[in-house]
């Protein structure tokens, strides 16, 4: 301290005190209010945390080494820049939530295009996401919710758009937890599975009326696979070559 002491403070603090200081300080005497900052020494490659105020009619100014907290600060926000890049280019939708709250803290652009809702309305208001799930389901919506802090879950849901459409979408979500377990966000991706449901639908609707015309024909129908093995075989088979069904069913026409 004697070797600061009666110093200017610029030459004192030689690669710490810069202009943005001296700038602070000149504040501070003028507005009588305290200044925050946070600044980087070049030779020292260390950041500082300064708080500049008045003490008993003098300019004070309290230091703490800051650097493992703001080399920690700018890995999570590069984290977070690299995230948002991949959130903002995917069709599902991708969102961050706190625990206990419902509060959402992220939720990607696909989120407008699912539910025709842009997603700084439904961020403001937790309870516009509940609004859009089909009223027969949105009991089972909310439950959903109150179970899935704790561990991994899954659910399928219908929603009605603003517009009046209805999607089907399905979403995954699992806890995060800090260091000491607890946990601290829900992190969940959305995913939009109407046209898939109803691919499925039409696809089961075609083999409904598949079995109901092999069922009711008169000619013996029977499905091989490309390598001769029987796959169906229609009642009318049954009746033409006495064997059952299940003794055709695995067998090699050749």
């Given at each position: 301290?004697?070797?600061?002491?009666?110093?200017p403070?610029?030459?004192?603090?030689?690669?710490?005190?810069?202009?943005?200081?001296?700038e602070?300080?000149?504040?501070?005497?003028?507005?009588?209010f305290?200044?925050d900052?946070?600044?980087?020494?070049?030779?020292l490659k260390?950041?500082?945390?300064?708080?500049?105020?008045?003490?008993?009619?003098?300019?004070?100014?309290?230091?703490?080494?800051?650097?493992?907290r703001?080399?920690?600060?700018i890995?999570l926000?590069?984290?977070?820049?690299?995230?948002?890049q991949?959130?903002?280019?995917?069709?599902?939708i991708v969102?961050?939530?706190?625990?206990?709250?419902?509060?959402?803290?992220?939720?990607s652009?696909?989120?407008?295009?699912?539910f025709?809702v842009?997603?700084?309305?439904?961020?403001?208001?937790?309870?516009?996401?509940?609004?859009l799930?089909?009223?027969?389901e949105?009991?089972d919506?909310?439950r959903?919710?109150t179970?899935?802090?704790?561990?991994?879950?899954?659910?399928?849901?219908r929603?009605?758009?603003?517009?009046?459409?209805?999607?089907i979408?399905?979403?995954?979500t699992?806890?995060?937890?800090?260091?000491?377990?607890?946990?601290v966000?829900?992190?969940?991706?959305t995913?939009?599975?109407t046209?898939?449901n109803?691919?499925?639908?039409?696809?089961?609707?075609?083999e409904d009326?598949?079995?109901?015309?092999?069922?009711?024909a008169?000619?013996a129908i029977?499905?091989?696979n490309?390598?001769?093995?029987i796959?169906?075989?229609?009642?009318?088979t049954?009746?033409?070559?006495g064997?059952?069904?299940?003794?055709?069913?695995?067998?090699n026409?050749a």
């Amino acid at each position: 301290p004697e070797d600061v002491l009666g110093k200017p403070l610029a030459e004192a603090f030689k690669g710490i005190v810069q202009k943005e200081v001296l700038e602070a300080i000149a504040a501070v005497r003028r507005d009588k209010f305290p200044v925050d900052l946070e600044l980087f020494s070049g030779p020292l490659k260390r950041w500082f945390g300064l708080r500049i105020y008045l003490f008993e009619g003098r300019v004070a100014i309290h230091w703490a080494d800051v650097t493992e907290r703001k080399a920690l600060a700018i890995e999570l926000e590069e984290r977070q820049r690299q995230f948002s890049q991949i959130a903002e280019n995917i069709e599902d939708i991708v969102f961050l939530m706190e625990p206990n709250t419902g509060k959402v803290l992220f939720l990607s652009p696909a989120f407008e295009s699912v539910f025709g809702v842009a997603p700084e309305l439904a961020m403001a208001d937790p309870a516009l996401i509940e609004s859009l799930i089909h009223p027969e389901e949105r009991a089972d919506f909310i439950r959903h919710w109150t179970k899935q802090i704790l561990v991994s879950a899954e659910s399928t849901n219908r929603l009605v758009r603003p517009d009046g459409q209805h999607r089907i979408i399905r979403t995954r979500t699992h806890p995060v937890r800090d260091s000491a377990g607890k946990v601290v966000r829900i992190a969940g991706v959305t995913r939009d599975i109407t046209e898939q449901n109803q691919a499925a639908e039409a696809l089961r609707a075609s083999e409904d009326r598949l079995r109901a015309i092999l069922n009711t024909a008169a000619d013996a129908i029977i499905t091989i696979n490309r390598r001769g093995i029987i796959q169906s075989a229609n009642p009318a088979t049954e009746k033409l070559f006495g064997y059952p069904t299940t003794e055709l069913v695995g067998q090699n026409v050749a």
